[in-house]
């Protein structure tokens, strides 16, 4: 997969924006607050329809005008693709490919993956849980279009749920409905949970490996994949989970009815990151913490060329500024057989790279 060109109308800090980029590496350079990351974030909104530092579109909108644009050309699946998101401050976002209008934003991700790694991501290991599910399903919903959807499924229930459990006292009728929105909750959970399952399996393979040569052999990175305790097989077939899922939301009822709180489901799921043994969001060090993200991401990277047969484009904000030169030329070497974009303040950072292209971008211009 290879973005060729990319057309930026009135996002973030960019008025108009015209570039053709290598198929290989591309440097994106310049002092801080230019627009190097915005560059990156409006080519990855272009495969997943969202952002990694906005909640809301309004947010990429530039202030003062009502629309912004991005619009990409991609070849994938070996042919060319014209992809173009419209965002509008008072109005849905339009989605298009190829001048055909996306019914959903699960279409972008079947032409064009990315991965992406920020600094934000240290969160990965850092925060709680949250941070971690958020990883995986960033992952999952580019490779399996019924995991996405199973997933904006799942969300819907667990807010209505949510509401009937915060309001069922003073309106009793409501556990009438309650075993109706249990049912589909485990249901479709139970399809989270397998494709989740099979996703670390995958992760397991892939990322410690790079991790152990990453750190010269010196630190193994081992993951486990936790879920509801009630079910002894994730990797089952959804129709074999849904017992224990049914077991696990029964025995929690009355806690549920108590704390006013959905305590049983994959919401709560994790991903279990360890160094030498031990739990990394306890006590890794800053670097180790910036290692493991990256070798997690390197790690998505490999599952999705063996799943579509191309590399996703990489996209690296900042990922060589706190890593010593030696990891940093690690790095480097192992971002071949794709298109990388990789941003950085000093173009002469990266003058072990031999090929591809460097744009120097200063107050949301290429100069």
Sequence with gaps: MIVKGLTLDFFRNYVHLEASFSPTVNVIYGENAQGKTNLLEAIAYLSAARSHRARYDRELIQFGVDRAFIK?????????????AELCRGSRRQLSANGVRLKTAGELSGILH????????????????????????DCICQLKPRYAAALAEYKRLYEHKVRILRDWEEKHSLLDTLDEFNLRMAQTGAVIIHYRAHFVRRLKETAPPI??????GREKLELGYETVKTIQNPLAAPRELLPALLEHQESHRRA????????????????????????????ASQGQTRTAVLCLKLGCREIFYESAGEYPVLLLDDVLSELDRKRQEFVLRRIGGGQVFI?????????????????????????
């Excluded at 990315?114 to 399903?137: N, Q, S």
């Excluded at 991790?211 to 010269?216: C, E, I, K, Q, V």
């Excluded at 549920?256 to 990151?273: A, N, T, V």
């Design 211 to 216: 991790h152990l040569d990453f750190s010269g």
């Design 343 to 367: 941003t950085c303040c000093e173009e002469e950072r990266l003058d072990a790279l031999e090929e591809g292209k460097a744009f120097r971008i200063r107050e949301g211009a290429i100069v």
């Design 256 to 283: 549920e009815l108590e704390s006013r709180q959905c305590l049983s489901g994959p919401h709560k799921d994790d991903l279990e990151i360890l160094i030498n043994g031990a739990p990394a969001r306890t006590f």
């Design 72 to 84: 990409g050309e991609i070849f994938s699946r070996e042919r060319m693709f014209t992809l173009e």
């Design 114 to 137: 990315t991965v992406l790694f920020c600094p934000e991501d240290l969160y990965l290991v850092r925060e709680g849980a949250a941070a971690r599910r958020r990883f995986l399903d």
